[in-house]
Each structure stands twice: as structure tokens, then as C-alpha cells.
């Protein structure tokens, strides 16, 4: 589970040469769901949604060299994943390649030819799925002299998460990420470049790497010297961090070919949804003002249009069945923070055809600029919590869409379902670009852009 964010951690560190992000959130407070599509890019890095791959122009942003790092930083974390955990082994959950063990109870939820695609796949696998297929990508290079990014394949997240709880001392947590800058910093190639072309994975949320004092959460990875011009691909991003980026976190989905997107993108577009809206969640008795627990009550008060599925505990961790089926049931899905500012359950709906109803901006907008539209409300709809709490009806704000409306932002969300899932091919689909390939281009691209002269600090 991601881990509340500390209120030390609420504050600017590295920011963007560039970024016009902190204008943004700055004047967050009074931005509606009709956001410019300006507002929230990371540095004009431009996307296209699903583009065929050319032939002629495979590379064209440039390659990749994979650092072989020593087995201690990624291989022998997984081959030790009963001791990941203090609670339970991991072996299970990170099996696979990462994608985890094959779903089941979906029959008669999903197509019977996809069931095979999906998986309970945890939702800190990334950085596993990733090493996976830059091994495999089609622009990388063993020549790192032809280089245009350098790829550094630690596991941070399965490192640090061992060392997250009961008596493991800061120490503990930061040791892996001291040995891999010290290794990584006596290469070649960081001396070059002081790391400017350096890229990693990082399968935890950003705040779980900026431990800023003493024995708090978490590890100081990111705040380490030798972080600061490393690009870092997170499921969860600071907003004012230019070097951070959001990914999608991994889904139970994981196409096989473009077929498989083809064919569920047709499912999902034509299912007969019977709910207005629903949430997938839990109350948190401990946290005064529970927004979840107001969520819930506005849930049980809508007279039969709303579904609510109880994720106390771990039910929901990693997905089911009847989250599934309850996402696939209905036009809109409530999408509030989770234990930091994102949750998994954003890219579940999503993936289902439901449209998603946040309540922060930092949820989403803020997070996911690569993978997402660039205007907000063509595909998701913004209630500022305070106005729920000050009474705003949920029901009536959704009830207030057209027929017509909700088509149109569901088929937004529908295109956009490529972009959101991690497609289950050493080598990625055929023609269609998914979350990985999008990621990709976009750290190729941005690393490109850092060479224009005066972008970089010394």
C-alpha cells in the first residue's frame, strides 16, 4: 500500500528549468475541470495518442544503453522476494515478469479469448516490467558511444520496500540506493554528462525516496546529490520536480497484440453500463473528516445509482473480479487521493470505460501528462472536495451530462486505453504505442531537449 504523504515532504525540490507546472498549482484552487491544454505538460514533451510505428523512423529519437549493473541491484532482490515483505512472500506477486499470477473468476465478466490477457499484477511491479522490455526494445544500443539515454536498471522501490517497516533503521533504507550512485557515478558516461542522460525506474510513489530528516518514512534517495539530474519514471510524481514523471501504474490488462486492444476497446465501448456511478474503497476510521467515508454516504444515498465495492484491508490491492465488473457497470467512477495523491483504482476504472470523477488535481492532472488528454474535462469529470463537503450532490453533477456528453467522454477514455496499459510482448504490440512505449519517447525526447544550450545547471 502507498503510505499517507508526510506534511515535510509538501515542498518544491528541483524544479523544472522550463516548467510552467508550478504556475499551475499555485492557482490550483481556482481552476476548473475545464483546464487549458497548456497548463499541464511536462515541458511540451509531445505524445501522439496510439501512433503507428515507421519503419523509417524506429530510432529517431534516439537509443538506449543498458547499464549492467550488479546482480545485487535488481536479480537478487527478486530472487530473495520471499523477504520482501515482512508480512507475506512476494515471489507470487512478482512472478511472471513482473505481471504476476493469471487472473481468474472474469469468466462471463470479460471476453472469453481475452481472460488469458489479464493478470493480478501488483501494483509496485513496475520497475520489473520495464527492465523487461528495454532489454527488449527496438532502440537499444550495446554501444553506449551511440547513445542518446543511459538506462539504470535498480529495482529502488523492492530495495527500499523491505526496509519500510517495524525495526529497520535509515540506514537500512538508504543503502541501496548509496551503493548504486556510487557504482553508477565511477562510470564513463555519467562523468560525460553528470547524469543529465541518465534515466531509471523508481516502483513506488516519489514520496516513499524523500525522507528529509532523520528517522521519518521512507528512504532519501531522491534527495541524494547524485539523483538530481536523473530522470525518474514513478507512479506517482512531485508536481514541482521537473526530473520526476508519472507513469501509469500497472493494470490486471496486458494485451498480447493490437488485436487484443482492438477487441477490448470494442467490449468495453458497447457494455451495458447499469449504474450511474460507483467506488471502489474503504473508510479511514483514523483520519478525521474521512473524505472516503463522505464518499461512501453519498454512494449509499443515491438511490440505487451508485455502487460502492469495500476495499477494507487488501481486498482491492491488486485488483478483482467484482471491481472489475463494477467499473465495467457504470458511466462514472469516484476517484478520490489514496493513501498519497494517486491510486491504482484511476487506471482500473479507466481501463473498464468509465469515466473517472476526481476531487484533487494532483490525482491526476497533475500526475500523468504523457499518458493523459490535454483537456481534462474531455475525458473525466472535476468536483473540488470542498464543495462536497459543503453539500454539492454528487448524483446531481452527474446526473447533469447528457446522454450525449457521457458518450463523448467515454470514447475519450476508450481511445486512450493504449496509453494506460503494459502490453504482455517481450517487444510491445505490432503498430499501437502502450503505457511503456509512451514513456519511452517521452524520456528519449525530453533528454533530446535538455541539450539546447543554457538548459542545463552545472
Not at 422 to 441: C, H, N, P, R
Amino acid at each position: 500500500m502507498a503510505r499517507a504523504l508526510p506534511l515535510s515532504h509538501r515542498r518544491t525540490h528541483f524544479p523544472s528549468p522550463l516548467s510552467a507546472d508550478h504556475h499551475f498549482l499555485e492557482n490550483s484552487a481556482n481552476i476548473s475541470s475545464t483546464l487549458t491544454p497548456s497548463s499541464h505538460h511536462l515541458n511540451s514533451v509531445n505524445i501522439s495518442i496510439s501512433s503507428t510505428v515507421s519503419p523509417s523512423d524506429l530510432c529517431s529519437s534516439g537509443r538506449i544503453f543498458v547499464y549492467n549493473l550488479p546482480a545485487v541491484f535488481n536479480k537478487e532482490l527478486l530472487d530473495n522476494c520471499a523477504k520482501l515483505d515482512p508480512w507475506h512472500s512476494r515471489c507470487e506477486a512478482l512472478s511472471n515478469d513482473g505481471f504476476g499470477k493469471k487472473a481468474t473468476g472474469l469468466s462471463g465478466i470479460v471476453p472469453k479469448d481475452l481472460i488469458t490477457a489479464w493478470y493480478w499484477t501488483d501494483q509496485f511491479a513496475m520497475e520489473i516490467i520495464y527492465h523487461n522490455r528495454i532489454l527488449n526494445h527496438k532502440c537499444r544500443t550495446m554501444e553506449p558511444d551511440s547513445a542518446t539515454a543511459f538506462y539504470i536498471p535498480f529495482y529502488a522501490g523492492l530495495a527500499v520496500g523491505k526496509h519500510l517497516w517495524f525495526n529497520h533503521s535509515s540506514k537500512d533504507r538508504d543503502r541501496y540506493c548509496e551503493m548504486m550512485l556510487k557504482w553508477v557515478q565511477d562510470q564513463p558516461y555519467w562523468k560525460r554528462s553528470d547524469g543529465w542522460d541518465h534515466f531509471m525506474t523508481m516502483g513506488r510513489i516519489t514520496w516513499d525516496f524523500r525522507r528529509s530528516k532523520g528517522e521519518d518514512w521512507g528512504s532519501e534517495c531522491i534527495y541524494m546529490p547524485g539523483m538530481r539530474n536523473i530522470t525518474r519514471l514513478l507512479i506517482e510524481r512531485n508536481p514541482w520536480d521537473y526530473f520526476d514523471v508519472g507513469v501509469p501504474y500497472p493494470t490486471g490488462f496486458h494485451p498480447r497484440s493490437d488485436s487484443d486492444v482492438l477487441q477490448w476497446q470494442y467490449f468495453v465501448r458497447n457494455h451495458k453500463r447499469k449504474t450511474l456511478f460507483c467506488f471502489a474503497g474503504a473508510p479511514r476510521s483514523d483520519v478525521k473528516n474521512d473524505f472516503r467515508g463522505l464518499l461512501l454516504s453519498h454512494c449509499k444515498n443515491a438511490s440505487g445509482l451508485c455502487r460502492a465495492v469495500d476495499c477494507t484491508g487488501t481486498r482491492c490491492s491488486n485488483g478483482t473480479s467484482s471491481i472489475l465488473q463494477t467499473f465495467l457497470d457504470s458511466d462514472f467512477c469516484l476517484q478520490p487521493r489514496g493513501d498519497s495523491f494517486t491510486r491504482r483504482s484511476i487506471f482500473d476504472c479507466m481501463v473498464a470505460g468509465s469515466i473517472p470523477v476526481f476531487f484533487w488535481h494532483r490525482t491526476a492532472y497533475l500526475q500523468y501528462q504523457w499518458f493523459l488528454p490535454s483537456h481534462p474535462g474531455s475525458y473525466s469529470v472535476f468536483i473540488h472536495r470542498n464543495k462536497v463537503k459543503n453539500g454539492t450532490s454528487i448524483k446531481s453533477v452527474l446526473e447533469s451530462y447528457s446522454r450525449e456528453e457521457v458518450r463523448k467522454m467515454r470514447e475519450k477514455v476508450i481511445e486512450y486505453i493504449p496509453n494506460l496499459v503494459y502490453a504482455k510482448t517481450e517487444k510491445g504490440l505490432e503498430s499501437m504505442k502502450d503505457a511503456f512505449d509512451v514513456a519511452i519517447d517521452g524520456v528519449l525526447k525530453k533528454i533530446k531537449e535538455q541539450e539546447q544550450l543554457g538548459y542545463k545547471w552545472k
